[in-house]
Each structure stands twice: as C-alpha cells, then as structure tokens.
C-alpha cells in the first residue's frame, strides 16, 4: 500500500467528523489587530483581578474540527490578565508591542515574536507596564480545564 503524503492525511486516513465545518475561511487582517469576520470580546464576562484586556478567537470556536484555538489577546498599557494557574498549556506568541509574563516567582519580557510555552500548572499573569498595547497569539487546546484563579496578598 502506497503510504499518503503528510498533506493527504486529513482525506486520505481519516474523515472530517460530523458537524464540523466544511468551509475554508480567510479571516482578513485589518488595521488596529483586527481580523474581518472575528468579533472583539472582553477578556472575560467577570471578575476584578483583570483590567485592559481583549480577546479575538480566530479559529477553534467557529465549527472547524481543531483541536486547538487560535486566540488573539491585547492588554493595553497598564493593563494584565488574571493571576492563574490550570492543568492545561498553551503557548503564547507576541505580535505587538512588548511586555511581561509572570511565571511563578519569576518575570520574563516578551517582544515582538518571542514564544513562550506555559506549562501546565504554572502560575501565569501576562502584563503591561509599557507605552504601547501588548499584542499576542495564544493557542490552547478547545478542551481545557477551567482557570484556577491565584489571590494576591
């Protein structure tokens, strides 16, 4: 049997699973980090341990059979996501601007295209004490256990 190529594999080995979309989409870049078709949403619906914050999924939550999402975040200066923690990783991309992760006890700078890997479990806040919006891709697994949120002291 002739082995498929890895580009064959998605129609060759297996089929797309039911419900899932079977359109291929172009979510166009526009200017101020925007995508056409994607929807500009608040961090999260609630809570006070955030401030600034932006998210755009971009794929992942739209009927595509991914595994993952593709999410854009933004936190403008000043601004930073929740203190967490939680059993699943992600990996988070920089695009815009600069800032800073907290990882446990230690902080990293990010710039534009480092990659950071979260692990699992990590404490993690992402933040901004510069002049201009830290812009960055985040892909995470679509089933993910619930953030666990870290109080400060």
């Known amino acids: 049997m002739k082995r ?7 129609s060759a ?19 101020g980090f925007r995508w056409s078709g994607v929807r500009v949403e608040r961090y999260k619906r609630q809570g006070d341990d955030f401030k600034g ?3 755009q999924v ?3 939550d739209k009927g595509e059979a991914l595994r993952f999402q593709l999410r854009y975040f933004e936190i403008e200066p000043g601004g930073y996501s929740s203190h967490e923690w939680h059993n699943h990783e992600h990996v988070v991309v920089c695009v815009r601007g600069r800032g800073r992760v907290k990882l446990g006890k230690r902080s990293v700078k990010m710039e ?6 979260i692990a699992p ?3 993690h806040r992402l933040y901004n004490p510069y002049d201009e919006p830290f812009g960055f891709f985040c892909i ?3 089933k993910r256990d619930r953030p666990k949120r870290i109080r400060e002291r």
Do not use: M, Q, W
């Open 4 to 10: 498929p190529l890895s580009c064959e594999f998605g």
């Open 13 to 31: 080995l297996s089929p797309r699973p039911r419900g899932h979309s079977k359109k291929n989409r172009l979510y166009r870049f526009r200017e």
């Open 53 to 55: 914050v932006i998210r």
């Open 58 to 60: 971009i794929a992942g």
């Open 112 to 117: 534009f295209l480092d990659t950071l890997y």
């Open 121 to 123: 479990r990590t404490p």
């Open 140 to 142: 995470v697994n679509s």
